[in-house]
């Protein structure tokens, strides 16, 4: 069967928008879609994995309840985001940024430096690519322009 990947990759992004937490597994039955299809859609749209991708997402929005709810406490804050405990949520947000909840949430409230530079070195990097500028600037495609439209997808 044939998909058009970036309609498939937008019932993804709505997906994972609803529940950040989705496992691939997961996605893959409620979507009637083999994991590699989802895979592949991901990857095409944004250059990246799906785990690289989904824990993007994740951070997007923890750094977004972050600087909206400061002092929301970080249980409160990991259930609401759609984890079952406190230690899975420090994990992911430990592989996805490198820091603890505790330390992203005083980077974030301090506006200390870009998240972009939290990137742990090991996770797939996006390409480099030129601008009209001529400038070098970081595009991950379609989650480059995914990413601050997250709200629109995500309320």
């Known amino acids: 069967m044939s998909y058009d990947p970036r309609l498939l990759f937008e019932r993804i992004l709505r997906c994972l928008c609803e529940s950040p937490c989705k496992t691939l597994g997961d996605l893959s039955q409620s979507l009637h879609l ?9 990857n095409l749209s944004t ?11 994740i951070l997007a929005r923890v750094k977004w309840l972050f600087e909206a709810q400061p002092e929301l406490p970080i249980k409160e804050l990991s259930f609401g985001v759609g984890f ?3 230690s899975a949520f420090a994990r992911a947000i430990k592989r996805a940024s490198g820091l603890s909840p505790e330390e992203l949430r005083s980077r974030v409230g301090l506006k200390l430096p870009s998240m972009e530079s939290l990137d742990p070195p090991h996770l797939n990097q996006p390409k480099m690519v030129k601008d009209t500028k001529s400038k070098s600037r ?5 989650s480059a322009k995914a990413l601050p439209d997250l709200r629109r997808f995500c309320s």
């Open 47 to 57: 250059g990246k994995s799906f785990r690289f991708f989904r824990d993007e997402l």
């Open 34 to 42: 083999s994991e590699r299809t989802i895979q592949k859609a991901v």
């Open 84 to 86: 079952k405990s406190a």
């Open 138 to 142: 970081e595009c991950n495609v379609e």
